[in-house]
């Protein structure tokens, strides 16, 4: 099936910084992609949905000058943390939606980020 | 913003027996789907059922949708420790954005050998 990837899987990172993760459809071609955000012991948030081609458009209350979103190319999206803070720290996991099924998406393995 | 619930919570059996999972949704949706996720990893889809459909199976799998209650159950019959892990219902709401999934809050079950 369908593969997605993200990088790094996990990384720490100084408070202030920057931090991009990539997301990358490894064999198919994913015009949206979609970032969600979970924190430990609770459920998927969604955040934000990037396309292709076009800015990308965010949930309420997600901050997309703090959640910079690219989706450079067809089977390359990446989310960037600028001036992380401490509460940044959570668990980033992408999707792409399988355009000849019905509505299944495939995830990425996710990036742990920890702001110290 | 999450769209559902889920109960129980936390489910713990032992291997043999079925576990069953509930999960209700607040919108009309297009389709509900269930995932599942390994402690710290990503997700992997279970299985997808349309608004139109009202059960559906997959192995040891079966989901019910009741659309006029608004929620949908997921029953792993005859469960193994390999199946312990989060599940999530989650749902896809609107025709103009295409795959954006809502999720419900996570079922922990624990299979005991």
């Known amino acids: 099936g369908a593969v997605v990837s993200q990088h790094p899987s996990w990384v720490i990172c100084k408070s202030g910084t920057s931090v991009k993760i990539e997301c990358r459809s490894l064999?198919?071609?994913?015009?949206?992609m979609f970032w969600y955000r979970q924190f430990p012991k609770q459920s998927l948030m969604l955040m934000a949905t990037?396309?292709?081609?076009?800015?990308?458009?965010?949930e309420q209350g997600v901050e997309k000058d703090k959640f910079l979103i690219n989706h450079a190319s067809l089977t390359l999206s990446t989310l960037t943390v600028t001036s992380a803070h401490p509460e940044d720290s959570s668990f980033y996991i992408c999707s792409a939606p399988d355009v000849g099924g019905a509505g299944e998406q495939y995830f990425g393995p996710g990036t742990r980020l920890t702001v110290t | 913003s999450q769209q559902g619930e889920e109960d129980p919570q936390a489910l713990s059996i032992q291997e043999g027996e079925n576990a069953t999972m509930n999960c209700s949704y607040k919108t009309s949706i297009n389709n509900l789907q269930w995932y599942r996720q390994n402690s710290g990893r990503g997700l992997v889809h279970l299985i997808l059922?349309?608004?139109?459909?009202r059960e559906k199976h997959s192995g040891r799998l079966r989901v019910t949708l009741d659309t006029s209650k608004k929620s949908s159950s997921l029953l792993i019959t005859a469960s193994r420790a390999a199946d312990t892990a989060s599940y999530f219902c989650?749902?896809?709401?609107?025709?103009?954005?295409?795959?954006?999934?809502?999720f419900g809050a996570g079922t922990q079950v624990v299979v005991t050998p």
């Open positions: 059922i349309r608004s139109n459909e």
């Open positions: 989650a749902t896809d709401e609107t025709t103009d954005s295409w795959g954006k999934l809502q």
């Open positions: 064999d198919f071609q994913a015009t949206t």
């Open positions: 990037s396309n292709e081609g076009s800015k990308a458009t965010y």
